[in-house]
Nanobody, 123 residues
Framework: QVQLVESGGGSVQAGGSLTLSCEMSGATIDSLCMAWFRQAPGNEREAVAHINLFSAPLYPDSMKGRFIISKDNAKNTLYLRMNTLKPEDTAMYYC?????????????????WGQGTQVTVSA
């Protein structure tokens, strides 16, 4: 039914940048609230960015100024531009979608998930 497919992950040096993409099928991103989460081994899954129906972004304080979430409704694609990457950004990054109800940074409130794309940042 609904599928989210992430791409754009890879290995970069600290200070570098990456742009992740998430293509949705089976639903339209302009009808949902979208987010990026990440999870490193031994860590909880944490929200890194959110964008609502009005394209208003939200970020946790630790991401503010480095990560930028955006979407292209015509392409049904969500993006995450990550700048000034740090080794602690190393994680599996997931695209997620929800009806716009609940807490934006709570992974349990999201209905749809991609399989993830790995980001590795070396010192």
């Amino acid at each position: 039914q609904v599928q989210l497919v992430e791409s754009g992950g890879g290995s970069v040096q600290a200070g570098g940048s990456l742009t992740l993409s998430c293509e949705m099928s089976g639903a339209t991103i302009d009808s949902l609230c979208m987010a990026w989460f990440r999870q490193a081994p031994g860590n909880e899954r944490e929200a890194v960015a959110h964008i609502n129906l009005f394209s208003a972004p939200l970020y946790p304080d630790s991401m503010k100024g480095r990560f930028i979430i955006s979407k292209d409704n015509a392409k049904n694609t969500l993006y995450l531009r990550m700048n000034t990457l740090k080794p602690e950004d190393t994680a599996m990054y997931y695209c997620a979608a929800r009806r716009c109800v609940g807490s934006w940074d709570n992974s349990r409130h999201y209905e749809y998930w991609g399989q993830g794309t790995q980001v590795t940042v070396s010192a």
